[in-house]
């Protein structure tokens, strides 16, 4: 035991983390790497797909999106599939081949189908890795009095791979071209065989430090279904459904933010610097407090936090549309050679604060899910919650392109109507499981 952790939630938190920092990279490099003229675009852009114009933006997005959505609308399945066949690990090492040989491959490629093809393949990878990794989190917890703190860890290590990743690619990338024995390497390809290196660096954690824990043949569960009403009678919806709409409003509300960056940094006066601090805070808040809010959960409850989560949601989300307006009323209290700052320093506390209620609603919404999964159900019933994540992260960026155009309050304001749906779904519908030994039978099941 490290810190109070079980190393094998260390262990896949570090594998994880340097899965993230890999898939991070490419989020950062595959636009420019399109964009460079090495993909050879003639013939596609300027064309139509069903009415939409065919720009290089468009199949940029494309690539990106792609990733996202079969990641997202495969890990049900894949999660499910591990609990009818009581298997975690070989999930997860499948997964992470399959990632690091497509990150591999994007050096010898040249058309931009196969660039598709193999950001499918990568998503694929991801759906086959998470619930898994998840479903392990959860059942190396020894009751319901480590699962926070576990899935804290977990997280911490996630984050800290997915949100430094994207500057150390920059480096990477701008660093370009590297000698090498065996001739010269470009920024592209060093930033892929990275990619490449943090699949491998996960894939010999697993295979050398983690197995399947011990599972009697009786506890795979039968019942595999996905549920949206409570079977109980207690509530309308079921509570990991509930829970997994909080979490796709949560994520929608992160990934907001980086569509807009030409509008926030006209808006607030300031560079790409300063935009970039403000997008990394809500990592660096959930890094932060990931830990002792996971822990203090297996304490004093899992509701309590998800609900002071969305509720602090709420408001750090909306006042962040309204930054320009309240700085320009604050800047005459300040001095005149510190007025420019007011504005990305506000911004930058709002989204700290959208950071910290992202750690209150996280980690405790995943333990509270691993409460009630079960014996057998662990792979789908988080797969719900991480399904909801990656599709928040995907429908986010588009919300604020489409918002936008109603004024630099209006995507932050939608974020904040969905966040506030998430607070009253989850105060109404979600009681505590604090008590709920994991592996038995709650009423779910």
Known sequence: ??????????????????????????????????????????????????????????????????????????????????????????FVLFGLGLFGVASAAYPFVEQYEYVLLIRAFQGLGAA??????????????????????????????????????????????????????????????AAFGIAVL????????????????????????????????????????????????????????IALFATLQADITDALGEGSFLFSVQFAAVVIANVLFQVPIGRASDEYGRRP???????????SVFLQGYVPGIA?????????????L???????????LQGVAVALVFAPSLALAGDLAGAGRSGTTLSVLTTAFGLGVAIGPLAAGYFIRFGFAAPFTFGAVIAALALVLVYSQVEDSLGTTAGEPTPQD
């Open 328 to 340: 320009e009323t604050w800047a005459g209290l300040v001095p005149a050679d510190s007025a420019g």
């Open 198 to 253: 943090g699949a491998i660096v996960s894939f010999a954690l697993v295979t050398l430090l983690i197995e399947d824990p011990p599972r009697p043949d009786n506890e795979a569960s039968d019942d595999l279904s996905f549920r949206v009403f409570d079977r109980t009678g207690d509530t309308l919806l079921d509570p990991v459904f509930t829970l997994g709409v909080g979490t796709l409003f949560m994520a929608t509300t």
């Open 128 to 189: 086959f890795t998470i619930p898994a990794t998840i479903a392990l989190v959860n059942e190396f917890a020894a009751g319901d009095t480590e699962r926070g703190g576990n899935f804290g860890v977990f997280n911490t290590f996630r984050l800290i791979g997915f949100g430094f990743g994207p500057i150390v690619a920059g480096l990477v990338v701008d660093g370009g071209s590297y000698a090498t024995p065996w001739g010269e390497l470009t920024g592209y390809n």
């Open 342 to 352: 007011v504005a990305p320093l506000l911004m930058l506390f709002f989204r700290l």
């Open 305 to 315: 936090f998800i609900v002071a989560g969305f509720a602090l949601l709420v408001p």
């Open 1 to 90: 035991m490290v810190l109070g952790t079980d190393n094998r939630v260390l262990t896949l938190g570090i594998a994880r983390m340097a899965d993230a920092l890999g898939n991070s990279f490419l989020i950062i490099v595959l636009p420019l790497y399109i964009e460079s003229g090495q993909i050879d675009l003639s013939g596609i852009v300027g064309g139509s797909l069903f009415g939409v114009e065919l720009t290089t933006a468009f199949l940029i997005g494309l690539v990106l999106s792609l990733f996202g959505f079969l990641n997202s609308f495969g890990q049900p399945i894949t999660g499910r599939f591990s609990d009818r066949v009581g298997k975690r690990r070989v």
